[in-house]
Every structure is written in C-alpha cells, then in structure tokens.
C-alpha cells in the first residue's frame, strides 16, 4: 500500500470551515482530526487545522504521543 502525499493546500483545505474534514501535519505526516471534540470547528485552543503542527508542539502541554490516536492518512509534500 502506498502512502498518499498531500500538498500544504491540500492540508489548508481541510481546516475545519471549507470542508468537513479537519486535518493537521507534524514531522511531515498528515493526520485526520475530525473525529476529535477538541478539534471542533477547525480549533484547538490557539491551534489551527490544516497546518503543519511541528513548530507549535513545543508549546503544547502534552508531546508528540498524542498523534498516536490519530489516523495518519498521509504525507505532507
């Protein structure tokens, strides 16, 4: 099975307002969030989907783990 790549476009698209997906990137990988309570509307508290997420985690208070949970549904480009 291939990995399916997604341009940062693509990524923006799925924000939450432009479409019923919700998804967000870290370390190139592109997960989907929809199914998530605290990514609804496209928030999550001062994040924003259909962004890569790598450069924020620092600030969050939990790590990486959290991705875990998450369908990873491909790659960012």
Do not use: C
Not at 8 to 25: F, H, K, P
Not at 54 to 62: F, G, K, N, Y
């Amino acid at each position: 099975m291939s990995t399916k790549t997604y341009t940062r476009a693509q990524l923006a698209l799925r924000n939450g307002q432009d479409r019923e997906e919700i998804w967000v990137a870290y370390q190139q990988k592109v997960y989907d969030v929809s199914a998530s309570r605290l990514w609804r509307n496209g928030k999550h508290y001062e994040h924003w989907a259909g962004q890569d997420l790598t450069d924020e985690l620092p600030d969050a208070p939990h790590t990486e783990e959290v991705f875990k949970r998450f369908e990873q549904i491909g790659v960012l480009e």
